[in-house]
């Protein structure tokens, strides 16, 4: 059983990542349509990358759950918390490094959302094979929290609050160029 889901998990790092770094693109490929806003990135902002970890880790958390949920009964809990690690990881590696060096560097970029997703799949990998986090409550809150970072994910690319988080660092700019 741990062989089998050590590959799915490998198979979510590897597709989030996939996904993550189309999505980076996807806005502007479509020309500013406005549902591809709602899952792509619209600008270089920290929280548009973020969403970029999010919502492939979202639709791959859908096609696992038909495959591994009777066999992990902790699985939403599991993975409300490791998505909440993995967005979080984005600011806090980010914000560290610039801080440090005084400026980003794109290949550092690239490896902090690579790092923020290992970093997710290596802690769903972890609490799931632990067992823990199986009540119904939990359960609960882990489908509560999916659902509530992907309602806030598309909520602020449209209505974005004017914070450094949100901010373009391009553009100086918040939210969806016009």
Same mark, same amino acid.
């Given at each position: ?15 989030? @990542?996939?996904? &993550? ?12 349509? @406005?549902? =591809? =806003? =709602?899952? @792509? ?39 409300? /918390?490791?998505?909440?690690?993995? /967005? ?23 490896? /902090? ?6 970093? =997710? ?9 632990? &067992? ?21 994910? /598309? ?8 914070? &450094? ?9 918040? &939210?969806?160029?016009?």
């Amino acid at each position: 059983m741990g062989k089998r889901l050590f590959f799915w998990e490998l198979a979510g790092f590897l597709f989030t @990542s996939a996904l &993550g770094a189309l999505l980076h693109f996807t806005y502007d490929w479509s020309g500013g349509w @406005s549902v =591809a =806003a =709602a899952f @792509s990135a619209v600008n270089e902002s920290t929280w548009e990358h973020m969403k970029l970890l999010f919502f492939p880790m979202f639709l791959f958390t859908v096609i696992q759950l038909c495959f591994l949920a009777r066999m992990y009964p902790n699985f939403l809990a599991v993975r409300g /918390v490791s998505v909440l690690t993995g /967005v979080g990881l984005i600011p806090v590696l980010f914000y560290t490094y610039t801080g440090v060096l005084g400026g980003h560097v794109m290949w550092a970029d690239i490896g /902090v959302f690579f790092l923020a997703a290992l970093g =997710a799949f290596a802690l769903d990998f972890r609490l799931l094979r632990r &067992g823990r986090f199986t009540s119904l409550w939990q359960q609960l809150l882990g489908l509560a929290v999916l659902w509530g970072l992907a309602f806030l994910f /598309v909520f602020c690319t449209f209505r974005q609050p004017e914070l &450094g988080l949100w901010q373009d660092p391009v553009t100086l700019g918040y &939210g969806i160029p016009r």
